[in-house]
T-cell receptor, first 110, second 114 residues
């Protein structure tokens, strides 16, 4: 079993939809959680970084962490075609080990 | 502009050839990392360095080598011992190597076999 599981999709939604991207993890030592966005032929770009359970909002993006269930989510409101990309979750343990999910491919069509 | 620069963007390797991928950062970050990205497998850590003149193997170091002679630079050599080198290679850096700081990435080098 992988330490971090992420549904690879692909996920296709119409413009304006609310998108939910999810990761589960098995290692309770993960304390810090990130979401990256990666456009085709580009490097991952940090979107959200959080370390506590609960919600963190930044514009149209909301990151949610539930440490008791070992589950994190990224919500995108009012999705746009420019949001079409691969979304990677990533987690760091308290001793600095970083692990990525496989990435979810998202397409937002006009 | 502060950031991480990887070059070249595309690279082709012949059989038996070593090739070197460049990574330069002007973020004044202490730690630097090399990842390999294959379709459906996410990012896998090749090597990392927390300080100049020191580096450690990651999960898939076989067939690769690195050096860290300057804080700004962390080149990766893909040797002929790496039998399946075709992949997208990503360099990253972070402010502190052994803490919880997020990593920031360059735009990658795509390596292919001729």
């Amino acid at each position: 079993q992988k330490e971090v599981e992420q549904d690879p999709g692909p996920l296709s939604v119409p413009e304006g939809a609310i998108v939910s991207l999810n990761c589960t993890y098995s290692n309770s030592a993960f304390q810090y959680f990130m979401w990256y966005r990666q456009y085709s032929r580009k490097g991952p770009e940090l979107l959200m970084y959080t370390y506590s359970s609960g919600n963190k909002e930044d514009g149209r993006f909301t990151a949610q962490v539930d440490k008791s269930s070992k589950y994190i989510s990224l919500f995108i409101r009012d999705s746009q075609p420019s949001d079409s990309a691969t979304y990677l979750c990533a987690m760091i343990t308290s001793y600095g080990k970083l692990t990525f999910g496989q990435g979810t491919i998202l397409t937002v069509h006009p | 502009d502060g950031g991480i620069t990887q070059s070249p963007k595309y690279l082709f390797r012949k059989e038996g050839q070593n090739v070197t991928l460049s990574c330069e950062q002007n973020l004044n970050h202490d730690a630097m990392y090399w990842y390999r990205q294959d379709p459906g497998q996410g990012l896998r850590l090749i090597y990392y360095s927390q300080i100049v003149n020191d580096f450690q193997k990651g999960d898939i170091a076989e067939g690769y080598s690195v050096s860290r002679e300057k804080k700004e630079s962390f080149p990766l050599t893909v040797t002929s011992a790496q039998k399946n080198p075709t992949a997208f290679y990503l360099c990253a850096s972070s402010n502190e190597g052994s803490s919880n700081q997020p990593q920031h990435f360059g735009d990658g080098t795509r390596l292919s076999i001729l």
